[in-house]
């Protein structure tokens, strides 16, 4: 039966929303969306001349240059974020603070573990450059997924008066409790035209989430509660209310994406064939995040025509308040919600390569299979023609006369040169380094340095394009996915994991298990840098900066520098965005100590220089001279630095035991408290 659709003023708020949005879309990038799907297909667009009728003896070749371009920088993308086995980098907003520090560093190998077993992080890393280079932007949803089961169970217990009774008891099983991340297809996300271009997410008042559902998990949430993250039920429908109260939400966009069939809105189910298969049916639900009155709210609508759950202010459903849902970019554009990816910086000069190379080809068939003028109305064999057989015969009555061959011209090498021009233009804007390119640029390819310095811009634009992926789209990403773990994470394995792996209550002297040391401010980083997509290069930098950080510290007098900043300004300018991680704890350093094995390894040296140099007695008496001073020093210093570490240990000692002295009273207290509260618990019970 066909449900009636309801006036309700949030489901009116849902629906205007709606509509604006896919109007402005349509209107504005639909186009440019499609384009560039069919390209990374290696497919000409729909509308292309190609495609017409025209065109259907032509030669219609895509050379896949969108394509190379792409699976290129996702090579890239892998050799720059999973080169390394950490994926990111957590630290404290106050490193003086030992609290913070071990939060950062436990919620570091938390993040870690859930990237590396939980989340198939492989797949939406490399998807998420994929969408943006094709798309434009790309979309993340992130969530905490948890499932759980309850089972019924009568057992039989001894009231107090010693009568059996049976007693019904739920026992609860966990299926799922671990954070999600799924990649939004762009089509299937709503914002308002005028949100702002640095954060269109967080800056529009209205977000809508399209979420194709089976049926029979439709029904499922009904009527269920999330018990853990405080989600509402959904209000009850019957099956055929479900599918027959919405309209179809089409998209040419998903068709260009899935091919020539939508797999959600297939015609059988539009029809409302296979009655058998009514609960695995696709349907269309929004979850919409709005703000009215000076509020954040979310709720749930089916398609734009029933509601499915009442609004909820946001923070009830996602403590953190913010919505949760990251979008970013492969290209900065100012001013634009939806800045453009390689597929469209690169369309024009992929549809002229298309055209350079269909017509060479076009020029090449009829210079080896030529065509030919007939007389209308001649006895001529045309089938003979036509089929052009090798060593075949053609009859007619007037063979000079009735019939004509058309003479065409090969093709000149004008034809390949502007191919490689085309080539070098896109590889330009695209940020690749082809075969093509180095062909044509001889001058360059014929040295080494030539070839680095292809390769080099190449790689710039490579790393830039990367760079701005990680800032726009993963650490959001894993900021979200921190607050996440901050609040719902319980799994005592993975904590224990986690600490055993930071090294928690070594260093810090903490337990994984309080919740405090999750709830602490940190900040994430993702483990890329500049240089990261070239093996040897990214080796070269790491090395010259642990040389370059070597060598300040062995030269520079103890105290005069703060090593710690210098570190991170060498690795920097590396690349990275933080070395941070390569350097230890400058308390646990002793620069002085370093300074003077730097001294004995110099005297050392010049000690070998004098001895190879020796060749009377007066050297050899000022080598000796030279040795016994060497050794001098080297005694007195070594003796300065044995009382100094006396003096300290004995200091240490001294507070050690005051503090065990203040330990043991405090936990004689405690222990006389809770054995006074013990007994005054039996005391009230024996009373």
């Known amino acids: 039966m066909e449900a009636q659709v309801t006036k309700d003023p949030w489901l009116e708020l849902c629906r205007a929303a709606y509509t604006e949005s896919t109007s402005y879309i349509d209107s504005t990038f639909r186009k440019k969306w499609e384009d560039g799907l069919s390209h990374f297909d290696s497919e000409h667009t729909n509308s292309s001349k190609y495609k017409s009728s025209k065109y259907k003896y032509r030669s219609k070749m895509f050379r896949p240059k969108t394509r190379a371009a792409i699976r290129n920088t996702e090579a890239a993308a892998v050799a720059a974020f999973f080169s390394n086995q950490d994926v990111t980098s957590c630290d404290a907003q106050d490193q003086n603070n030992p609290q913070q520090a071990a939060s950062a560093k436990l919620m570091e190998e938390i993040l870690n573990y859930r990237l590396t077993t939980s989340i198939p992080w492989f797949k939406i890393c490399i998807g998420g450059v994929q969408d943006a280079q094709v798309i434009g932007v790309v979309a993340s949803y992130q969530y905490w997924d948890y499932k759980e089961q309850v089972d019924k169970e009568t057992i039989t217990a001894i009231d107090l008066d010693g009568t059996p009774v049976e007693i019904e008891q739920e026992n609860v099983t966990v299926l799922e409790d671990k954070p999600k991340v799924e990649l939004l297809a762009i089509e299937n996300l709503r914002i308002h035209p005028s949100a702002d271009w640095m954060d269109p997410i967080g800056t529009s008042p209205y977000v809508q989430r399209l979420v194709p559902m089976f049926a029979c998990d439709v029904l499922e949430r009904m009527g269920q509660e999330n018990p853990k993250t405080g989600e509402p039920k959904w209000k009850k429908y019957e099956l055929d209310e479900i599918r027959h109260s919405q309209k179809y939400l089409f998209e040419i966009a998903r068709l260009d994406r899935e091919g020539s069939e939508d797999r959600y809105n297939r015609p059988d189910d539009a029809d409302g064939a296979g009655k058998s298969l009514e609960e695995y049916e696709v349907v269309w639900t929004i979850e919409n995040f709005m703000r009215k009155d000076g509020k954040d709210w979310v709720f749930w609508t089916l398609g734009t025509e029933f509601m499915l759950s009442k609004p909820k202010e946001r923070k009830e459903v996602y403590w953190h308040g913010e919505i949760p849902i990251v979008m970013g970019c492969a290209v900065i554009e100012t001013n634009r919600i939806y800045p453009s990816g390689t597929a469209a910086l690169g369309g024009p000069l992929q549809k002229e390569l298309n055209e350079n190379a269909n017509q060479r080809l076009d020029n090449v068939k009829l210079v080896m299979n030529k065509r030919y003028i007939g007389r209308r109305g001649a006895q001529i064999d045309f089938d003979s023609l036509l089929r052009n057989v090798a060593g ?102 993975v904590l224990a994991l986690a600490a055993e792996k930071a090294q928690l209550w070594q260093k810090y002297g903490m337990d994984p298990q309080q919740d405090q040391l999750l709830e602490q401010h940190l900040t994430v980083s993702v483990n890329v840098g500049m240089g990261a997509t070239d093996p040897v290069q990214k080796m070269r930098n790491f090395v010259g900066g642990i040389r370059a950080y070597a060598e300040v510290a062995s030269s520079i007098p103890p105290g005069t520098l703060n090593m710690e900043e210098v570190g991170k300004e060498i690795f920097g300018r590396m690349g990275y965005k933080d070395g941070e991680r390569f350097l230890t704890n400058q308390q646990q350093q002793d620069p002085e100590k370093m300074q003077m094995q730097q001294a004995m390894q110099e005297m050392q040296q010049l000690i070998q220089q004098l001895q190879a140099e020796v060749e009377d007695n007066s050297k050899d008496r000022k080598l000796k001279l030279l040795v016994e001073n060497t050794k001098q020093q080297h005694e007195d210093a070594r003796t300065d630095k044995e009382l100094q570490a006396d003096l300290m240990l004995a200091n240490l000692k001294e507070q050690h035991e005051d503090v065990r002295t203040d330990k043991e009273l405090q936990t004689k207290i405690l222990v006389e408290r809770m054995d006074n509260a013990s007994q005054a618990r039996q005391q009230r019970s024996a009373k």
């Open 392 to 493: 075949s015969v053609t009859l007619a009555d007037d063979p000079t006369g009735d019939v004509r061959e058309m003479e065409f011209n090969d093709v000149t090498g004008s034809s390949y040169m502007e191919q490689d021009r085309l080539n070098l233009d896109y590889d330009e804007i695209v940020g690749t380094f082809s075969q093509s390119s180095v062909q044509s640029n001889r001058k360059l390819n014929e040295t080494v340095g030539g070839m680095e310095m292809l390769q080099g811009s190449s790689n710039a634009i490579t790393e830039f394009t990367l760079r701005t992926i990680a800032e726009t789209w993963i650490e959001p990403l894993m900021r979200q996915l921190v607050l996440l773990e901050q609040m719902y994470e319980t799994d005592e394995v």
